[in-house]
């Protein structure tokens, strides 16, 4: 029996042209809650038409901060766990069962869907293979896929991570962090490595300097869970 009491929450910043697809096929699957952060464009208003149910954050905080701010809004709607994807169609959304019939087999508190690099422009290539290894070496574990934004966490694991200061891209690498450092379980499902017309809103001189700071972080703060036993 596929889990019902969840819900799909998507980040949102200027995603006019795409959020109708991506609201339009989440809908068939489980309640979809829009997280509009600060767009000047119409991506609330198409998105609502489409289904949503739209939360509005203002001014532009983030995707950190809008996860956030769905996760919240998902446990006071009392879902028992939530699917995060990107509203600029990188992701497969019919691809979500994959997550939902692990999340009834195993029951892990995040899972991550990983994309196969071989497939993705060399650019992103490089950025995510070098990613890969260094979250990798700081874990102390192979990380199959640190930056996929395409998941499922549980109820404990978004009550969890409301607490994390992060509030860009990084977040979704602190979540993995707070998951395992927890003793909370992960999981992984293969997924599409999908790219088209989408922008990235990632400023890289900037996150390059803040997921390093992650990483080293993170390896400080394994290092000394494996001391203390």
Not at 15 to 20: G, P
Not at 43 to 64: D, H, L, M, S, W
Not at 138 to 163: C, F, H, T, W
Not at 198 to 214: A, C, D, G, M
Request: aromatic residues 10%.
């Amino acid at each position: 029996m596929i889990p019902k009491n969840g819900c799909i929450i998507i980040p949102a910043f200027n995603e006019e042209k795409h959020i109708s697809n991506v609201v339009n096929l989440s809908t068939q699957f489980l309640p979809t809650l829009v997280v509009d952060d600060g767009s000047i464009d119409t991506t609330a208003i198409i998105a609502e038409k489409n289904g949503a149910r739209v939360f509005i954050q203002n001014p532009n905080q983030g995707k950190g901060a809008a996860l956030q701010r769905g996760f919240k809004e998902a446990l006071q709607l009392n879902y028992d766990f939530s699917i995060t994807i990107d509203a600029d169609g990188q992701h497969d959304v019919l691809e979500i069962h994959k997550f939902l019939i692990l999340y009834e087999k195993e029951s892990p508190d995040l899972i991550i869907g990983f994309r196969d690099f071989s497939l993705m422009p060399f650019s992103r290539k490089l950025a995510n293979f070098i990613g890969k290894w260094a979250f990798s070496w700081a874990m102390g574990m192979p990380i199959l896929d640190n930056q996929s934004g395409y998941r499922l966490l549980s109820k404990r694991l978004m009550e969890n991570v409301l607490q994390s200061d992060e509030v860009g891209f990084e977040f979704e690498v602190e979540v993995i962090v707070n998951c395992l450092k927890s003793g909370f379980t992960i999981g992984w499902v293969p997924i599409k490595t999908i790219y088209g017309d989408e922008k990235s809103h990632i400023r890289p001189l900037n996150h390059i300097k803040n997921f390093f700071r992650v990483v080293l972080q993170t390896r400080k703060r394994m290092r000394e869970k494996k001391s203390n036993g």
